[in-house]
């Protein structure tokens, strides 16, 4: 398994700023996750982050908007720009672990983020 | 994504046995997760299914079909604590991660 630490753990931001989360992991990992859940919901694949690559997004999440950094195995910031109350929502960050095929994923404590 | 597809919400009774099912689409299939998340919390994994077949491990299982597209969460003598939202998680082409809507499951005693 890993253990996962995010900063912040919630924020109440206004509406037009940005917001950096940072992902935290105490291993070394390739692949890395930013997941968004919304109230009530279930889990979405904002992008996948690997270190020394850009990220891949998922449809419906661009770069501009979420960028995402992977400057080590370790760590990973994920960055909710211009933000409206339509990006209210917990965002996770997760990692891979295991090998031989085992595709084991941990996720981190989330944060919780309110925007006005 | 993939046409993941849970019950939204399941109730039960403290000690009997529940199954929460999943069915997705077999297409690029490279494994399938069981999570288990209470309210407010983050999800905590449960189980892995690559191959068809039954894992066990302690009240919970976990069964695959590949073939049919086709999982079951199994869990036994069920405990109040164990009130919470079940996601069926499936992997595609070795990396891409997709979650069902999950199924909130109720204990009554």
């Known amino acids: 398994s890993a253990v996962i630490s995010q900063k912040p753990s919630r924020d109440i931001c206004q509406r037009g700023t940005s917001l950096t989360i940072q992902c935290q992991v105490d291993s070394q990992v390739t692949m890395m996750f930013w997941y968004r859940q919304q109230p009530g919901q279930s889990l979405t694949l904002i992008a996948t982050?690997?270190?020394?690559?850009?990220?891949?997004?998922e449809s419906g999440f661009v770069i501009d908007k979420f960028p995402i950094s992977r400057p080590n195995l370790t760590f990973s910031t994920l960055t909710v720009s211009n933000m409206s109350p339509e990006d209210s929502s917990i965002y996770l960050c997760?990692?891979?672990?295991?090998?031989?095929?085992?595709?084991?994923?941990?996720f981190g404590p989330g944060t919780r983020l309110t925007v006005t | 994504g993939q046409n993941i597809d849970q019950p939204t919400e399941m109730t039960a009774t403290e000690g009997a046995i529940v199954q929460i099912n999943c069915t997705y689409q077999?297409?690029?299939?490279?494994?399938l997760f069981w999570y288990q998340q209470h309210a407010g919390e983050a999800p905590t994994f449960l189980s892995y299914?690559?191959?068809?077949g039954l894992e066990e491990k302690g009240r919970f299982s976990s069964f695959l079909s590949r073939s049919k597209g086709y999982s079951y969460l199994l869990l036994k003598e069920l405990q109040m604590k164990d009130s919470a939202s079940y996601l069926c998680a499936v992997v595609y082409n070795f990396n891409k991660f997709y979650f069902g809507s999950g199924t909130k499951l109720n204990v009554k005693p």
């Open positions: 997760s990692v891979e672990v295991g090998g031989q095929g085992r595709h084991e994923q941990y």
């Open positions: 299914n690559v191959l068809d």
């Open positions: 077999t297409s690029g299939f490279n494994g």
């Open positions: 982050a690997n270190q020394g690559s850009e990220a891949t997004y």
